[in-house]
């Protein structure tokens, strides 16, 4: 059901609507953003969405999602029951009124809560109605039990091939709605639903709408077995036991601080738990949807965090007149929170619609928070004596950290006149003609001095060791004498003295092993530039060198390949050809002539500019391989490392 409140008008004529369902097959990205496994998944939390909203109305608490083991999916609730009946409006060709069913089920934003209130859920990004999801469909079928009575309707590719039909009785209290479509192969590359993405998505829902009970099947048969998967999400809590789900593992200083308030229309969710930790993870929700740029309701709800606590830590005498007061960073130190907010008309900034932009819902949070939070400090003064501790700690860490950076800055303004001695500098001084490869180990460092040109390339080796950076702060690496020599051979200062003038090379090339520790190294990389050298990025001096994954070698010639799909294709043009497959874990495997051929020769080579937005993700990927808790790092650095040559640090 699409989420416009206009009921059609006499002038919708079917054409329009055929129209409409044509255009969502003709343009299904425009509509549910693509037709990738992200835009299958999209066809069932729409599905989905639509029976949350009935659980937000009170009129629904539980929903069953099946995948069957063709890949067709059933989702089914106990809600109202989509209307039936003629539609007051809208007429069919011959003049006479459609069903309702089937208005909702075939008009393009038509299936809204006709007027009917309440707060919807603003569906995933596109919100575009069941009747996309029926458009996209090589079938549907949808049976409503609504009135004592069990009605359905069959379609093809979104149009009616049955009547709304009759087909039985019940108890009158037995009512909801139950879908079932398959999706359409041939505008879906494929129907491989992953049981994980769904389950993860439903008890986010099952989370934030405290009470519903989401039960999740998979019948489907992988290699001849029936893995008869099947969980069931339910949390008496709400967000309550949200945030505790996201402790699970950490040592907690209280039980969740837990908050519901409606103002002046908007219903105010907060769920607030200070670790032990550093980490700070706060999630934020607008009607169900996962702000992940945050917005007005985040904003609203670190003021009264910030606010609150100042306040409470003066008039207890905690900070003293002479102490600077928090800031609000201080303040969210091993703080875990959820905040969700619904309200009958969420405007979303930004691109991709994550950021909540209402003006007035900033300071409905922050008085709601603020006002609760303010009483469990009072009522809970040992807890609350060990939150303020955190801040000072912190407020005194980031002091710290900050003196520390200025000397290490001022410092190395001062010591850039000598060019560190690894360094194999390049002839030419022009700067504009030269290139800087800071390398990965002394080996890797050795084929590449070997293998440059050395008139306009300089070589400079970095040890890997030093960047061991598992529990190194940004300040410490500053200081490092490995980044130090970066400093120096670019000739640029850093930070608040950086001056692009001094640069001594035009491009600048990172150059790192395709593996884990490669990956890592590369991570912190762009973090200091990011951090340090912006204008570097900014101007498009920062660049990944591209090193082959292979070299395959046939009885006549060889060939390098850089990606797994490239090698794949190769392999099946040279087929029955006998081929040596040579698979390069580092770059020291590579001889001088070989680096040269593949990585370093402008003719041949492929380089990946960084721009900023790389750089801003390596940043936050740093942060997060800094947090605390191991596994969960683990296990990014090695999905990631994968990844490495999609520049997806
Ligand atoms: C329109 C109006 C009403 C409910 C629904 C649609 C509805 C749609 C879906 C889709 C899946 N499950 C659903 N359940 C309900 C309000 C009906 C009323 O006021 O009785």
């Given at each position: 059901?699409?989420?416009?409140?206009?009921?059609?008008?006499?002038?919708?004529?079917?054409?329009?609507?055929?129209?409409?369902?044509?255009?969502?097959r003709?343009?299904?990205?425009?509509?549910?953003?693509?037709?990738?496994?992200?835009?299958?998944?999209?066809?069932?939390?729409?599905?989905?969405?639509?029976?949350?909203?009935?659980?937000?109305?009170?009129?629904?608490?539980?929903?069953?999602?099946?995948?069957?083991?063709?890949?067709?999916?059933?989702?089914?609730?106990?809600?109202?029951?989509?209307p039936?009946?003629?539609?007051?409006?809208?007429?069919?060709?011959?003049?006479?009124?459609?069903?309702?069913?089937?208005?909702?089920?075939?008009?393009?934003?038509?299936?809204?809560?006709?007027?009917?209130?309440?707060?919807?859920?603003?569906s995933?990004?596109?919100?575009v109605?069941?009747?996309?999801?029926?458009?996209?469909?090589?079938?549907?079928?949808?049976?409503?039990?609504?009135?004592?009575?069990?009605?359905?309707?069959?379609y093809?590719?979104?149009?009616?091939v049955?009547?709304?039909?009759?087909?039985?009785?019940?108890?009158?209290?037995?009512?909801?709605?139950?879908?079932?479509?398959?999706?359409?192969?041939?505008?879906?590359?494929?129907?491989?639903?992953?049981?994980?993405?769904?389950?993860?998505?439903?008890?986010?829902?099952?989370?934030?709408?405290?009470?519903?009970?989401?039960?999740?099947?998979?019948?489907?048969?992988?290699?001849?077995?029936?893995?008869?998967?099947?969980?069931?999400?339910?949390?008496?809590?709400?967000?309550?036991?949200?945030?505790?789900?996201?402790?699970?593992?950490?040592?907690?200083?209280?039980?969740?601080?837990?908050?519901?308030?409606?103002?002046?229309?908007?219903?105010?969710?907060?769920?607030?738990?200070?670790?032990?930790?550093?980490?700070?993870?706060?999630?934020?929700?607008?009607?169900?949807?996962?702000?992940?740029?945050?917005?007005?309701?985040?904003?609203?709800?670190?003021?009264?965090?910030?606010?609150?606590?100042?306040?409470?830590?003066?008039?207890?005498?905690?900070?003293?007149?002479?102490?600077l007061?928090?800031?609000?960073?201080?303040?969210?130190?091993?703080?875990?929170?959820?905040?969700?907010?619904?309200?009958?008309?969420?405007?979303?900034?930004?691109?991709?619609k994550?950021?909540?932009?209402?003006?007035?819902?900033?300071?409905?949070?922050?008085s709601?928070?603020?006002?609760?939070?303010?009483?469990?400090?009072?009522?809970?003064?040992?807890?609350?004596?060990?939150?303020?501790?955190k801040?000072?700690?912190?407020?005194?860490?980031?002091?710290?950290?900050?003196?520390?950076?200025?000397?290490?800055?001022?410092?190395?303004?001062?010591?850039?006149?000598?060019?560190?001695?690894?360094?194999?500098?390049?002839?030419?001084?022009?700067?504009?003609?030269t290139?800087?490869?800071i390398?990965e180990?002394?080996?890797?460092?050795?084929?590449?001095?070997?293998?440059?040109?050395?008139?306009?390339?300089?070589?400079?080796?970095?040890?890997?060791?030093?960047?061991?950076?598992?529990?190194?702060?940004?300040?410490?690496?500053?200081?490092?004498?490995?980044?130090?020599?970066?400093?120096?051979?670019?000739?640029?200062?850093?930070?608040?003295?950086?001056?692009?003038?001094?640069?001594?090379?035009n491009?600048?090339?990172?150059?790192?092993?395709?593996?884990?520790?490669?990956?890592?190294?590369?991570?912190?990389?762009?973090?200091?530039?990011?951090?340090?050298?912006?204008?570097?990025?900014?101007?498009?001096?920062?660049?990944?060198?591209?090193?082959?994954l292979?070299?395959?070698?046939?009885?006549?010639?060889?060939?390098?390949?850089?990606?797994?799909?490239?090698?794949?294709?190769?392999?099946?043009?040279?087929?029955?050809?006998?081929?040596?497959?040579?698979?390069?874990?580092?770059?020291?495997?590579?001889?001088?002539?070989?680096?040269?051929?593949?990585?370093?020769?402008?003719?041949?080579?492929?380089?990946?500019?960084?721009?900023?937005?790389?750089?801003?993700?390596?940043?936050?990927?740093?942060?997060?391989?800094?947090?605390?808790?191991?596994?969960?790092?683990?296990?990014?650095?090695?999905?990631?490392?994968?990844?490495?040559?999609?520049?997806?640090?």
């Amino acid at each position: 059901m699409a989420r416009s409140q206009t009921t059609p008008s006499y002038e919708v004529t079917d054409i329009q609507v055929l129209e409409g369902l044509e255009a969502v097959r003709r343009r299904p990205g425009m509509y549910i953003g693509s037709t990738d496994s992200r835009g299958l998944h999209h066809l069932v939390q729409e599905v989905v969405d639509n029976s949350v909203d009935e659980a937000l109305a009170g009129a629904c608490d539980r929903i069953e999602v099946t995948i069957h083991p063709d890949s067709s999916i059933t989702v089914q609730d106990n809600g109202r029951g989509i209307p039936v009946g003629p539609h007051p409006t809208q007429k069919k060709p011959d003049g006479s009124p459609m069903d309702t069913l089937e208005v909702v089920m075939t008009i393009l934003h038509a299936g809204g809560k006709f007027g009917g209130g309440g707060y919807k859920v603003a569906s995933g990004l596109h919100g575009v109605g069941v009747s996309a999801v029926n458009a996209l469909s090589e079938w549907l079928e949808v049976e409503v039990r609504r009135d004592g009575k069990v009605y359905r309707q069959r379609y093809q590719r979104g149009k009616p091939v049955t009547p709304v039909e009759l087909i039985g009785r019940t108890r009158p209290e037995d009512t909801g709605t139950r879908t079932t479509f398959l999706a359409d192969q041939t505008i879906f590359k494929s129907l491989d639903y992953k049981f994980e993405t769904l389950a993860q998505r439903f008890r986010e829902m099952a989370f934030l709408t405290r009470g519903l009970t989401i039960r999740l099947v998979d019948l489907r048969v992988i290699k001849g077995e029936p893995p008869w998967r099947e969980t069931t999400f339910y949390f008496e809590g709400g967000i309550a036991s949200f945030v505790r789900y996201l402790n699970k593992n950490r040592e907690v200083l209280h039980p969740p601080i837990y908050v519901e308030k409606q103002v002046n229309g908007t219903l105010v969710e907060a769920a607030i738990q200070y670790t032990d930790g550093y980490a700070e993870s706060v999630f934020a929700f607008a009607n169900n949807i996962n702000t992940v740029d945050g917005g007005t309701h985040l904003t609203g709800f670190r003021s009264a965090l910030t606010r609150v606590l100042n306040d409470y830590a003066r008039s207890k005498g905690l900070l003293k007149e002479k102490d600077l007061n928090f800031s609000g960073e201080d303040t969210r130190q091993g703080l875990t929170a959820v905040l969700s907010v619904k309200m009958t008309d969420p405007q979303f900034e930004s691109q991709t619609k994550a950021k909540l932009g209402n003006a007035e819902v900033r300071g409905q949070v922050e008085s709601v928070v603020a006002e609760a939070l303010a009483a469990f400090l009072e009522e809970n003064g040992s807890v609350a004596r060990k939150i303020v501790q955190k801040c000072i700690t912190s407020s005194r860490a980031r002091e710290a950290a900050r003196q520390a950076r200025d000397l290490v800055i001022r410092k190395s303004a001062l010591e850039s006149m000598t060019l560190p001695g690894k360094l194999a500098d390049c002839s030419d001084r022009d700067p504009t003609k030269t290139e800087i490869f800071i390398v990965e180990g002394d080996s890797a460092g050795g084929s590449a001095k070997q293998g440059r040109d050395r008139r306009f390339q300089a070589i400079l080796p970095l040890r890997g060791k030093i960047l061991n950076v598992e529990k190194a702060r940004l300040d410490k690496i500053l200081s490092s004498n490995e980044i130090k020599a970066i400093i120096t051979a670019l000739g640029t200062g850093v930070g608040s003295q950086f001056n692009l003038e001094g640069l001594r090379y035009n491009r600048v090339v990172i150059m790192t092993d395709a593996d884990v520790d490669g990956s890592h190294i590369r991570t912190l990389l762009l973090t200091f530039f990011y951090r340090y050298m912006e204008p570097l990025i900014e101007n498009g001096h920062l660049f990944i060198a591209q090193p082959p994954l292979y070299r395959i070698e046939t009885g006549k010639s060889h060939h390098y390949v850089y990606t797994e799909e490239q090698k794949e294709q190769l392999l099946k043009k040279l087929k029955g050809e006998k081929v040596a497959i040579q698979r390069y874990k580092g770059l020291g495997e590579m001889n001088p002539e070989q680096l040269w051929e593949t990585t370093l020769n402008p003719e041949n080579r492929t380089l990946l500019q960084v721009t900023i937005e790389d750089a801003a993700a390596a940043d936050r990927i740093f942060d997060m391989l800094m947090g605390e808790s191991v596994p969960p790092r683990r296990r990014f650095i090695q999905t990631h490392a994968k990844n490495v040559r999609n520049l997806d640090v």
